[in-house]
């Protein structure tokens, strides 16, 4: 693993444009051709493997979770648990998630969160990053077909979907009014299109509820049957129509099962399930358990806010909202540092597979909603 | 490993279409699609014609950017082989691709909403 610079594409803002990615650049450049990391196929296998068995892991502890009711733990309320039970047990679609892990090339790589119900940065490491390659670099591979699989699962589960259109099933696509969120839900629903489906985009806020019929529906009082939010279940649950998902039959993807992953709550289960397990750090409830360099990280946050990192020589903490229903505490994970940039590896999973890495660098030790995304390939 | 390597392009439609229509700002895309009057399935031949030439057409009343690459004898064809082929053909009402039309249900709806999206919205971003 090699953290090699590079010139970037001399019209590379309208070529990323022009695919979508209009957030390329904020205060700073988010989509950054100045340096790209090589792999050798060996590392790109190592973390394909690491992806599926943590997959696998953490399916387990939603059993578990399940089986034993741990949800006060997890500061999940009472309220969302038979949501969570009915999604388990009926098994509705579960499109993607991503794993951020900490990796050197040398030591196996180690999970450091699972963002299993909204991850975003999907654009740039299926289509962008593979753009970058084909023009750069067009000799050497990526590790990378979430396009391919997004379709190909899309199609497998198009004929397990309730049809209301007139070409069959018809998907809503549904985020906030945000051009990063509404161009993730947008491509998403390209794939689902590219499989055959019927889609549909619109705001949460244009999310209706029809009393007499008891349903969700859109704009256009299209009743919803498959609903694919880029919204955080932990919010939907608290909010106005939170009561009303226990009466719909809305089918809604990612599932609510997937509160249990999202929720950092999940690593100290981990470690507590599998402790030694190569790809976990160790994770702990409400203190450090004698760790010297450790992490702490609310139960429910967003792009790396409210985490402190405590290490021998230095205490930093990020600022934001989260942090009240509590944190966690895992042991400071080996991001390796290259030149001080510190790179983080988001894996993919589409449907039930490993399908692709984006990597995401920081000046820090805290990956946020500002740090660099960073093309790979290998050979 | 499964296999890796893929296609030497990503076909993307819908999202470029997006990105052209939408600014930089805070906005997100509002349009996605509607039932293109241009697939064979439910081909309709007045709507696909208007549909071509503007590059999107009305659905239910909303506009729905679309992007068109060929011109309208190519979809006409690929209905007339759908057709031969024994495709069925699903038709639907002209007035539902009309910029005017109202619904069966307009005056009637008992819908609310706003009760999704205030914590986000107070927050800015959703994703992870």
Redesign the interface.
């Known amino acids: 693993m090699e953290r090699i610079t590079s010139t970037p594409r001399a019209d590379w803002q309208s070529v990323v444009e022009a695919r979508g990615l209009k957030w390329h650049t904020g205060q700073t450049p988010y989509w950054s051709e100045d340096a790209y990391y090589r792999f050798t196929t060996d590392q790109i296998e190592t973390l394909e493997r690491a992806t599926n068995e943590l997959h696998e892991r953490c399916l387990e502890v939603v059993q578990h979770v399940i089986d034993e009711k741990r949800y006060a733990e997890l500061k999940i309320p009472e309220h969302a648990v038979p949501l969570i039970t009915k999604s388990w047990n009926d098994e509705p679609p579960s499109v993607y998630g991503r794993f951020d892990l900490a990796y050197d090339g040398k030591t196996p790589p180690k999970m450091l969160e699972y963002n299993a119900d909204t991850p975003t940065s999907l654009l740039e490491v299926s289509v962008i990053q593979w753009d970058w390659l084909q023009a750069m670099h067009p000799g050497a591979d990526q590790f990378n077909s979430i396009h391919e699989k997004l379709v190909e699962y899309w199609r497998s589960i198009m004929g397990d979907l309730e049809g209301n259109g007139p070409l069959g099933p018809i998907v809503h696509f549904a985020s906030l009014d945000d051009l990063e969120d509404g161009m993730t839900a947008a491509y998403l629903a390209e794939t689902a299109a590219q499989a055959g489906l019927q889609v549909k985009l619109l705001a949460m806020t244009d999310i209706g509820w029809d009393p007499r019929a008891r349903e969700m529906c859109d704009r256009e009082d299209v009743r919803l049957d498959t609903l694919f939010k880029l919204y955080p279940w932990e919010w939907l649950i608290h909010e106005p129509f939170g009561d009303h998902l226990r009466v719909a039959k809305t089918t809604i993807i990612e599932p609510a099962w997937k509160m249990i992953l999202s929720n950092k709550g999940i690593l100290p289960i981990l470690w507590e399930m599998f402790p030694g397990h190569g790809n976990l750090l160790p994770s702990y409830f409400d203190e450090p358990h004698g760790m010297f360099e450790y992490v702490k990280k609310p139960l429910l946050s967003r792009e790396g806010a409210n985490v402190t990192v405590h290490t021998m020589k230095e205490h930093v903490e990020s600022t934001g909202e989260y942090g009240a229903e509590g944190y966690v505490f895992q042991e400071l994970a080996p991001i390796p540092d290259f030149d001080g940039k510190r790179p983080v590896i988001g894996s993919w999973i589409i449907g039930q597979e490993a399908a692709g890495i984006g990597v995401r660098e920081s000046d820090g030790w805290v990956t946020g909603n500002t740090s660099r995304f960073a093309p790979h390939l290998f050979r | 490993?499964?296999?890796?390597?893929?296609?030497?392009?990503?076909?993307?439609?819908?999202?470029?279409a997006?990105?052209a229509v939408?600014?930089?700002?805070?906005?997100?895309?509002?349009?996605?699609?509607?039932?293109d009057p241009c697939?064979p399935?439910?081909y309709n031949e007045a709507a696909c014609t208007v549909a071509v030439r503007q590059q999107g057409y009305y659905y239910?009343?909303?506009w729905y950017h679309h992007v068109y690459a060929m011109p309208f004898l190519y979809y006409h064809n690929g209905y007339s082989g759908y057709v031969r082929s024994g495709g069925s053909v699903?038709a639907?009402s002209s007035g539902v691709y009309s910029r005017n039309y109202a619904?069966p249900?307009l005056g009637r709806?008992?819908?609310?909403?706003?009760?999704?999206?205030?914590?986000?919205?107070s927050?800015?971003?959703?994703?992870?």
Not at chain 2, 23 to 35: A, D
Not at chain 2, 123 to 128: I, K, L, N, V
């Open positions: 490993m499964s296999s890796i390597k893929r296609s030497s392009a990503v076909p993307l439609v819908l999202v470029p997006l990105a939408v600014g930089c700002g805070p906005s997100g895309p509002q349009v996605v699609s509607g039932v697939l399935q439910v239910g009343g909303t699903r639907l619904g249900a709806s008992t819908v609310v909403r706003g009760g999704f999206g205030s914590i986000g919205g927050r800015g971003f959703s994703g992870s």
